[in-house]
T-cell receptor, first 114, second 113 residues
Framework: DQQVKQNSPSLSVQEGRISILNCDYT??????FLWYKKYPAEGPTFLIS???IKDKNEDGRFTVFLNKSAKHLSLHIVPSQPGDSAVYFC?????????????WGAGTKLIIKP | EAQVTQNPRYLITVTGKKLTVTCSQN?????MSWYRQDPGLGLRQIYY???????DKGDVPEGYKVSRKEKRNFPLILESPSPNQTSLYFC????????????FGNGTRLTVT
């Protein structure tokens, strides 16, 4: 059973508009969440993270929102640019008992249309 | 340049022929990890190492071995590859585990026939 789910395999957004990528998790012990971006033929690169003590973290055009009660987080990209076209992975980290290992979602392919 | 280097990038082999995928990082990171990426499943952890001579199983360790004899290198060994190990493999490192963002290599595309 997947503990981290990204239910949209792909998302298409017009350039300049907002992109919203969603991620759901089932394990209430997860307390740190990260988003990674992956271009074809490259490894994933870190984008933004959020601790469970916060409900929002912002870095330039990227904002991550965390709703602990719903076990849901989302990544907002505003405004969307062509270079944002990539696969986005959500990952969750447990506590020290799990050695802080990451559990990953299946990814969402974001396509920005010109 | 700070990087994680995996070799080879592409590998086609036959069932049962032992192979090694190398991984090296030049950032003096303590933590290293191997993942496989399969369609619809995201990244699944194979093995990880929190420091030299310390390795632990991830979620899908069957059929794989690793070693961490020195800080910079973390090779992935398939003693007897099988077709279900056909996948895209990524090595990653970070200064510490979990809470530190991972730095990934560019991947190794393995095909086992």
């Amino acid at each position: 059973d997947q503990q981290v789910k990204q239910n949209s395999p792909s998302l298409s957004v017009q350039e300049g508009r907002i992109s919203i990528l969603n991620c759901d998790y089932t394990n209430s012990m997860f307390d740190y969440f990260l988003w990674y971006k992956k271009y074809p033929a490259e490894g994933p690169t870190f984008l933004i993270s959020i601790s469970s003590i916060k409900d929002k973290n912002e870095d330039g055009r990227f904002t991550v929102f965390l709703n602990k009660s719903a076990k849901h987080l989302s990544l907002h990209i505003v405004p969307s640019q062509p270079g944002d076209s990539a696969v986005y992975f959500c990952a969750a980290s447990g506590d020290k008992g799990s050695n802080y290992q990451l559990i990953w979602g299946a990814g969402t392919k974001l396509i920005i249309k010109p | 340049e700070a990087q994680v280097t995996q070799n080879p990038r592409y590998l086609i082999t036959v069932t049962g022929k032992k192979l090694t995928v190398t991984c090296s990082q030049n950032m003096n990171h303590e933590y290293m990890s191997w993942y496989r990426q399969d369609p619809g499943l995201g990244l699944r952890q194979i093995y990880y190492s929190m420091n030299v001579e310390v390795t632990d199983k991830g979620d899908v360790p069957e059929g794989y071995k690793v070693s961490r004899k020195e800080k910079r290198n973390f090779p992935l060994i398939l003693e007897s590859p099988s077709p279900n190990q056909t996948s895209l493999y990524f090595c990653a490192s970070s200064p510490r585990t979990g809470r530190s963002p991972l730095h990934f290599g560019n991947g190794t595309r393995l095909t086992v026939t």
